[in-house]
């Protein structure tokens, strides 16, 4: 157990709608990321936030954004879903302080989309 | 931004050795880390490096050459269990700063035979 939690674990869903996908970071992290993984794809990164600014931004589409709250919980919106919208989304923490800086991943929240 | 490749297939027998390679090219580097990935599950981490050489983590190696632009893990005594996708990956931004999304290669699955 990493420490991150994500939810739902599982979310089937339909063309055009919009569903909201949570991650609490590992106590005591203040960033927060998150990455797409499809079946023919790597990790993809969408975003970085970091006590609640937004820091780095990746391959994200313009239908989808996210937030991250004074609590340090973090959302991930995606509108307008598509097939190809279809895939597992990780949030991962990053150890405040020392250490290697390694990414800790939560379980990972799996969309489909019909 | 970075480019990261990496074998997409490799099969070894159950006892023996291993090497995943991971060639990129960046246009700022400040760590390459290794993640395990068994199938739709969460990225663990295995090992770090950010100066060159060697890092020994008991059954796991991972090597550096900053210079070229090349690592790879190295995996002994290899056991069913060990069959995964191992993704590298490559820290951009500053150490401590607050950018420091990984970019992920897209993996290589690796299938251990009895």
């Known amino acids: 157990d990493s420490g991150v939690t994500q939810t739902p674990k599982h979310l089937i869903t339909a063309t055009g709608q919009r569903v909201t996908l949570r991650c609490s970071p590992r106590?005591?992290?203040?960033?927060v990321y998150w990455y797409q993984q499809s079946l023919d794809q790597g990790l993809q990164f969408l975003i970085q936030?970091?006590?609640?600014?937004?820091?780095a931004k990746g391959n994200i589409l313009e239908r989808f954004s996210a937030q991250q709250f004074p609590d340090l919980h973090s959302e991930l919106n995606l509108s307008s879903l598509e097939l190809g919208d279809s895939a597992l989304y990780f949030c991962?923490?990053?150890?405040?302080?020392?250490?290697?800086?390694?990414?800790?991943f939560g379980e990972g929240s799996r969309l489909t989309v019909l | 931004g970075q480019n990261i490749d990496q074998p997409t297939e490799m099969t070894a027998t159950e006892g023996a050795i291993v090497q995943i390679n991971c060639t990129y090219q960046?246009?700022?580097?400040?760590?390459l880390f290794w993640y395990q990935q068994h199938a739709g599950e969460a990225p663990t981490f295995l090992s770090y490096?950010?100066?060159?050489g060697l890092e020994e983590k008991g059954r796991f190696s991972s090597f550096l050459s900053r210079s070229k632009g090349y690592s790879y893990l190295l995996l002994k005594e290899l056991q069913m269990k060990d069959s995964a996708s191992y993704l590298c990956?490559?820290?951009?931004?500053?150490?401590?700063?607050?950018?420091?999304?990984?970019?992920f290669g897209t993996g290589t699955l690796l299938a251990v035979q009895p």
């Open positions: 490096n950010v100066l060159d």
């Open positions: 936030y970091y006590n609640g600014e937004e820091r």
């Open positions: 106590s005591g992290d203040l960033s």
């Open positions: 991962a923490s990053r150890e405040a302080g020392g250490g290697t800086g390694e990414l800790f």
């Open positions: 960046t246009s700022g580097f400040n760590g």
């Open positions: 990956a490559v820290r951009e931004g500053n150490y401590g700063g607050a950018t420091n999304k990984l970019i």
